[in-house]
């Protein structure tokens, strides 16, 4: 089957609709959020595509595989039973680069069109993604359908978006005359090519493989390079059905599938450590842990290195004209994905003094209590509890979460939930830990990230306090999101000016259906690049402005 | 003296001008390159003032002066005689960062106005800054003038349009409206912050003061950093002046001078080094050795390090139907300013068998020969000599020249050039040596950069053996500029896809006024951040989109 120049021209509307978006940044996504309008067939075809997988080999059809592997087991409990091709570098890495020529030629459009088609194909298997999703990540149904669906090719989308505009912020030719007073004037025909750096490896993760892998994948393959994907040993599967449709279009389209290609380890290799120092690769987009991201920043010196690592989220309780909505709008956000994401406000900073509301003053102990109550009441039903919870990702999750108990004074404890149809699910509710932020032995644990879900109630001595806790956590452990809740000017401004100083993202005062940990592609940045927890933003002009250079050839006219 | 708004408001027309001009790529500049255009009596006023600060103390007004230095020589013989403030890091960058906010909160039009008033300031000066380069770079008057001045004033210019673009890309604020079905919509209200990273670091050079450190100093500035000038010790009065200069506009704008400071090292201090890795310092622009351009980019983690070091520039000979053309062109841009620029050819690529011409075939022999004798022809007088050679920067260029004589067979030696007007001027016409690239010994020569009035005829066994050099040159050592000479449309091809692959900006077949070693602002990058000779290209959009992130706040509607 070919691609037709009818079918790939057709998401030009997308594209410039998709460039309308990020130059507004109002609200904007052409892939929706219902799972009612993937069809009627949809959920079931979906899962029945997820199921035909199971206890087979992934064929890819790429050079160089000598081997099979794969352990993935699903949170949920069952094993995946699927095997996927192991790849020798010194043969796939030369194929992936014999490639380039033809994908840098075809031009930024053409690139982006075959990107959007992918994603449109993607799309269209939402539901089948969506199974992959959930059964590497513990998303609940719902949440791997949304974030790991419609907001993941939302993501990729904004990338591609942005890939494009950079590209042609250049034009491809122009003519240069410079006056030469009376004399004949200088003339040149100059064209301008863009033209990627070299192989890209995208380094998954566990928690949100096609959500934090497809800005760097597809930003990556709209500016030229082809992509070498390296999922997560525990969540292959949604970034290896990725791979399978980009190979798929890119055939399809006339170009070479080694474009985009797949490495999985055998248990303990370890390969993104030999990959990622591999001169062939010259850009590395990583989600995970601050040592391996701050070890290929070190290391990996031939590539650019686009890193999302741990991180501290705040949120500032200083006041609040909505206490009822403060409180669940902080109880969701703590309970979503049993705060396995990457935005989840970990340090809840209470003026030991209390809080006005306009339910009365509140003391430090009633807002820890009444949010406790708040996350209690929201997750006290297990069919709600696992739709928001889904399942806890890996032991290590289990293990932070029955440490943190020790840690203070527990305002909430966490209780197992059991899941209806996965009795091997670990799903948990989250605990609040109280700690006092004037206790130099606290400070450890406020001070570290603790993924998972546990959050502490950090009493300070006042919103000030406060205010510097927020701008040391920033500056020396970085955040991903801070929010805030205050109805005085001043101390709004004073977050603000912390969150400028330092660049962090802020949310003030959700109290409605908008949540600190949730971002919107095309007008939300994630993270901002400018602290500890993040070196690049998703998604801007640093994102991709480096992933391809300009060649110019002038000519004498 | 107040700025008044009038006067900012009117640049806004020059800046539009600006950003049509990086998007068209035409012809384009608002500093005239003709020293008499700047009025009868500039010439003569802007020596006097350069005279007039001979001798004196370069008073700036700065916090944490601790003393006094300088000990600039002109290449043309005269001590300078000025001194510099020295100053206490640990007392001005505090200074610096206070001066952030304000400068923040005016916006990227605001500070792209105050910017281009300094230019402005400094344009209306081009004579004074002329004699300043001429005596710290040993340029001719005429080089110092145009490359140290509207040259110069233009590479500045046009990082302040694509800082100021890249900082509108994204709207100050935006409304936005999720759709949630038969329920009210989720909506936010949303802004949008440029915010500088922090203290820039501009470590500027010897040969190019004003050229090479006005795109870093003014795309940090433009985007709201505090710019740090820390001049190379022989070459500090351009960059003083510039300094003092965006002091009094920053001041008469109303803002805090101290957002743009200079940093002058004692004989063999060597801050640079110290500063660079200063916790405060979060950008830093360098020009210089590979050595030290590897350390930064190695040692100073904390910082967005912008480097441009040595390569090997390289130009294909193959063949032409302008053989005269060909030989004057290359004569000149061999030539100019004693070929002590980054982007002068090094290393001529020409086939052992000779190549095919509009005058005849020609052998190797006789092509280097003849352009012996174009370079002999071109600098045959004195006054002319003087006037494109210009005098050597420093003792390790003139101890590079007499030892390239011992590298091979000499087909051009060089000359030394009396100037009528500094005596003690060491002012040199350039060598030409023959290599053979087939000779492993030869090849520790061409393969490394001989920064100076040295080039070398490499004889190769044919065009596409030259074709393989050219990639492994600019592979293994990096390359400004990339040249070429082919009546061959098939070697144009091959020579095109290296610098495509390997990311080398290339000029062909030029044969009138325009030379490989020049390149405009608004229309030609200089250099491609994409191979080991720099790591960021003058100007695009990566060299500006790091330099500050955009910091969201979001607000429930």
Redesign the interface.
């Given at each position: 089957m070919t691609l037709t120049e009818t079918r790939l021209s057709g998401h030009r509307a997308t594209l410039d609709q998709a460039l309308d978006a990020?130059?507004?940044?109002?609200?904007w996504s052409p892939h929706p959020e219902h799972p009612k309008a993937y069809g009627e067939s949809a959920p079931a075809d979906g899962l029945a595509a997820f199921q035909a997988l199971q206890g087979t080999r992934f064929e890819l059809g790429q050079p160089g595989t000598d081997g099979w592997t794969g352990a993935e087991v699903s949170p949920y409990g069952p094993e995946l039973r699927i095997e996927y091709p192991h790849v020798d570098p010194d043969v796939l890495l030369p194929a992936m680069s014999a490639a380039?020529?033809a994908w840098?030629a075809a031009g930024p459009e053409q690139r982006a069109l075959v990107c959007l088609e992918v994603l449109a194909r993607i799309s269209a298997r939402t539901h089948e993604f969506a199974q992959a999703v959930m059964h590497t990540s513990g998303q609940a149904f719902m949440m791997a359908f949304q974030a790991g669906g419609p907001h993941a090719q939302d993501r990729g989308m904004e990338a591609v978006a942005y890939a494009y505009q950079?590209q042609t912020?250049?034009?491809a030719s122009?003519?240069?005359?410079?006056?030469?007073g009376k004399r004949d004037p200088?003339e040149?025909r100059?064209t301008?090519?863009s033209?990627g750096?070299g192989i890209a490896l995208l380094i998954g993760c566990n928690t949100f493989p096609t959500w934090n892998g497809y800005p760097g994948l597809f930003a990556s393959l709209a500016t030229g390079n082809p992509v070498l994907v390296k999922p997560h040993p525990r969540a292959v599967l949604p970034l290896a059905l990725t791979v399978r449709v980009a190979r798929e279009v890119l055939a399809e389209a006339g170009f070479d599938p080694n474009l985009v290609c797949l490495a999985v380890e055998r248990p303990g290799e370890g390969i993104a450590k030999t990959l990622a120092v591999r001169p062939e690769i010259k850009i590395i987009d990583y989600t995970g842990s601050t040592a391996f991201g701050d070890w290929l920043?070190?290391n990996a010196?031939q590539a650019q290195v686009y890193t999302e690592k741990a991180g501290v989220n705040t949120v500032v309780i200083d006041s609040t004209d909505d206490y009822k909505g403060m409180l669940s709008n902080l109880a969701f956000s703590l309970s979503l994905y049993s705060g396995q994401m990457c935005t989840t406000p970990q340090n809840l900073l209470i003026p030991r003094g209390g809080i006005a509301t306009d339910a009365g003053p509140k003391s430090y102990d009633e807002v820890v209590a009444d949010l406790a109550s708040a996350v209690g009441g929201l997750l006290g039903d297990d069919a709600r509890a696992n739709a928001l919870l889904g399942a806890l990702v890996n032991p290590e999750v289990k293990g932070r979460l029955e440490g943190a108990a020790g840690l203070g004074e527990v305002a909430l404890a966490s209780r197992e939930v059991a899941h209806p149809d996965f009795p091997d699910a670990v799903v948990r509710t989250p605990v609040i830990v109280k700690l006092d932020g004037a206790k130099p032995d606290d400070e450890a644990a406020y001070l570290s990230e603790c993924f998972g879900p546990v959050s502490f109630a950090v009493a300070v001595d006042s919103t000030a306090d406060a205010v510097e806790l927020l701008r040391r956590t920033v500056r020396d452990k970085g955040a991903m999101t801070v929010g805030a809740y205050t109805t005085s000017e001043e101390t709004e401004q004073a977050i603000?000016?912390v969150?400028?100083?330092e660049?962090?993202?802020?949310?003030?005062?959700?109290?409605?259906?908008?949540y600190v940990n949730q971002t919107?592609a095309f007008?939300?940045?994630h993270g901002?690049?400018?602290n500890p927890s993040a070196n690049a933003?998703l998604c801007?002009?640093?994102f991709v402005?480096?992933r391809f250079?300009?060649?110019?050839?002038?000519?004498?006219a």
């Open positions: 990020i130059r507004t940044r109002a609200y380039v020529p840098r950079e912020r250049t034009p122009a003519d240069w005359s410079k006056p030469q200088l040149l100059k301008f090519t033209a750096r920043e070190a010196r603000e000016e969150c400028l100083a660049s962090a993202q802020l949310s003030l005062n959700l109290t409605g259906g908008v919107a007008s939300d940045f901002s690049g400018g933003a801007d002009g640093a402005s480096n250079r300009v060649v110019e050839v002038r000519r004498q």
